[in-house]
């Protein structure tokens, strides 16, 4: 479609915008976005030109779509209907650095307007990247870092003593008093360090000491160029809160 004044039923808008469609209808129901009602069914139907307007009007809806810093540090992504529930282990796909970057930064700016304290886990290089583009997005990134609220390393030597450095910090951050947190990790980093069965066991334990006793919500992120597809279904099997969440926040 060329026409700014063809017409889009709701998921043709929803992917034109990169949100949900419960989105689109939360915003057109309070009138914030301009949609035709068409047929006995009164079925949504979005004109492009109204599309555009209503993007221009609202904070980027990816990280990495302006390299200029926020004029609004605490802006919200244009999609703020996902509530992220504590306890959350979620699992996203990417086969990019770029991807890797895009999941990244958004979870973890979320995070830090939010309250949160962040902990990114990812090779040097890798989090190097990742802060690159996250400090586009927040200019006040280098505070959250000097006050602890933005944690990142690379992996440990092995899935226990991954295990045990998490403990240590949260516990850490919880005694000063952080009442949530979010951890982003890049999983390859881990795979590289373990067998796939010690691999596997390690998202095991972290399920039940990390994420069953800690107010935290984590993005376990697999990139495809480098697990087998039985690994990635695996990922999914194990980290059944991804089938609640958009498909738009979980692969890049």
Not at 24 to 46: D, M, P, S
Not at 206 to 214: A, K, P
């Amino acid at each position: 479609m060329t026409d700014v004044n063809d017409l889009l039923d709701i998921g043709e808008a929803a992917r034109f915008l990169n949100v949900s469609e419960t989105s689109l209808r939360r915003w057109t129901n309070a009138g914030v976005l301009q949609c035709l009602r068409i047929g006995q069914r009164r079925e949504r139907r979005f004109r492009r030109a109204d599309l555009l307007a209503f993007m221009e009007h609202q904070p980027s809806r990816s990280p990495l779509t302006d390299s200029r810093p926020a004029a609004d540090s605490t802006a919200r992504p244009i999609d703020d209907s996902i509530t992220l529930t504590r306890g959350g282990h979620l699992c996203a796909l990417f086969d990019s650095e770029l991807g890797r970057a895009t999941l990244a930064v958004r979870f973890m700016l979320e995070g830090l307007q939010e309250g949160s304290m962040v902990y990114l886990v990812a090779s040097e290089r890798s989090t190097n990247h990742i802060l690159r583009y996250l400090k586009d997005k927040r200019p006040s990134l280098q505070k959250d870092i000097t006050a602890g609220k933005l944690l990142y390393c690379d992996y440990q030597k092995d899935p226990r003593a991954q295990i045990k450095d998490f403990e240590v910090q949260l516990d850490k951050a919880a005694a000063a008093g952080t009442q949530s947190f979010r951890v982003f990790g890049d999983t390859w980093q881990m795979r590289r360090k373990a067998s796939a069965q010690r691999f596997a066991e390690y998202e095991a334990a972290y399920d039940q000491f990390i994420v069953r006793r800690y107010p935290v919500v984590t993005v376990c992120a697999y990139d495809v160029r480098r697990f087998s597809g039985v690994d990635v279904l695996d990922a999914l099997k194990a980290h059944r809160d991804t089938f609640r969440y958009p498909l738009e926040r979980a692969l890049a």
